[in-house]
């Protein structure tokens, strides 16, 4: 006969004790991996907010000093926590061969020189510093301006933000959760020491560029911000949180200045002078046909005014109305200049345009070349 017994309520009751010990543990296990997924996110979160802020100021800060007006200063304010200076970054025209950055979408107040009619305020500035000091001619580069700020979006009282302002229009948060670096200003500055590259002594804060024109070589305490050859960038990032939720992560790194301290040419401003012709010649191969310009340095590359900084180049197909924007810009420093236009095809007729251009940014009379009509290369060896 068949044993049909069942389970007593104690065998039940030590299964039920066996399988809520298993589920807590298996229940604990997964919480423990969702925690460390939360805490990985968190610092992927971190990372990327770290990473974002420090290479947009490590982009824009070693632009300081691209093609300004004459008497345009690199850095115009230097404190603890704000730093401005002056370049010509952004243009909303395409193909402008002189800003660092094309962006058609960027707004008109973002894109040229800051009126000394719409002088504010740098922010950040302490004591207030306004600027610009005067107009600068013929100038397109803008004023962009790094500060922090203690954060009045977020509920901790100890948060700072990162903005970044352009001349003066409305600031923009570049990174959020922001505190101070134990020990150090959000911002500090090495300069040159005679032969050597020392940290800039707090004590010299804030400086400024409180005189209208720039030379390169002024001296005493305007001396000091023209001496400037790197920005330390310092902040402590964190998760946003408070408490025992706080994950934050140290950040500090350094911006080289390279065209700070540069004399100016006080002949700059001029035309240039060009003085050489530009060759226009079909190229290339079967499939990958070109345009080969060439021309010799300009007049004042080589001696007289010596400003020359770069060749802009234009060009049209033989019967368009007009040359339209600038086609390429090439650096000056070369006693000959080749450039191969690759945008061709066989059967187009081209001409082209060249002018040397200089810091202000003034351009020389046009040089055009004969006309060039592309046809079918050679096979490629």
Same mark, same amino acid.
């Given at each position: ?6 389970? +007593? ?51 824009? #800060? ?80 803008? +004023? ?54 020392? +940290? ?18 002024? +001296? ?16 402590? &990032? ?46 290339? %191969? ?8 060439? %021309? ?16 802009? &180049? %234009?060009?049209?197909? #033989? ?24 945008? #061709? ?37």
């Amino acid at each position: 006969m068949m044993n049909t017994r069942g389970m +007593t309520l104690i065998e039940m009751m030590v299964a039920l004790i066996i399988f809520v010990v298993v589920m807590s543990g298996a229940l604990r296990s997964l919480e423990q991996q969702s925690e460390g997924f939360d805490r990985g996110t968190e610092d992927m979160n971190i990372l990327q907010n770290m990473r974002f802020a420090a290479d947009m100021v490590d982009q824009e #800060v070693r632009t300081a000093g691209t093609n300004l007006a004459a008497d345009q200063a690199p850095v115009v304010y230097a404190g603890a926590n704000a730093f401005a200076f002056s370049a010509d970054y952004v243009s909303n025209v395409a193909n402008d061969p002189f800003s660092v950055y094309v962006d058609p979408d960027a707004p008109a107040g973002q894109v040229t020189g800051w009126a000394q009619a719409n002088a504010a305020p740098i922010p950040g500035s302490n004591p207030s510093f306004s600027y610009p000091l005067a107009n600068y001619a013929n100038n397109m580069a803008e +004023t962009i301006s790094l500060f922090f700020e203690l954060d009045i979006a977020t509920p901790d009282p100890n948060d700072w933000v990162l903005r970044r302002q352009v001349n003066d229009q409305p600031s923009e948060p570049l990174t959020r959760n922001v505190m101070p670096y134990p020990g150090r200003t959000f911002f500090r500055y090495l300069y040159l020491n005679g032969s050597r590259i020392d +940290t800039v002594p707090s004590s010299w804060y804030p400086m400024a560029h409180n005189q209208a024109l720039y030379t390169g070589v002024d +001296t005493g305490t305007i001396g000091r911000i023209n001496n400037l050859r790197g920005v330390e960038v310092n902040y402590t &990032i964190t998760n946003g949180q408070t408490g025992a939720a706080v994950r934050s992560e140290l950040m500090s790194f350094i911006v080289s200045l390279p065209n700070s301290g540069l004399d100016r040419l006080q002949t700059c401003g001029s035309a240039p002078l060009l003085g050489t012709a530009v060759v226009a010649v079909s190229s290339g %191969w079967i499939g990958a046909e070109t345009v080969d310009l060439t %021309w010799l340095a300009a007049q004042d590359e080589t001696g007289g005014e010596r400003d020359v900084l770069r060749y802009v &180049i %234009w060009r049209r197909l #033989v019967g368009a109305l007009d040359w339209g924007d600038p086609y390429r810009s090439i650096p000056a420093g070369n006693p000959n200049y080749l450039f191969t236009d690759s945008n #061709v095809q066989v059967g187009e007729t081209w001409e082209y345009q060249m002018s040397a251009q200089d810091c202000t940014p003034s351009v020389s009379v046009r040089a055009q070349s004969n006309q060039a009509t592309v046809i079918t290369g050679p096979p490629q060896p």
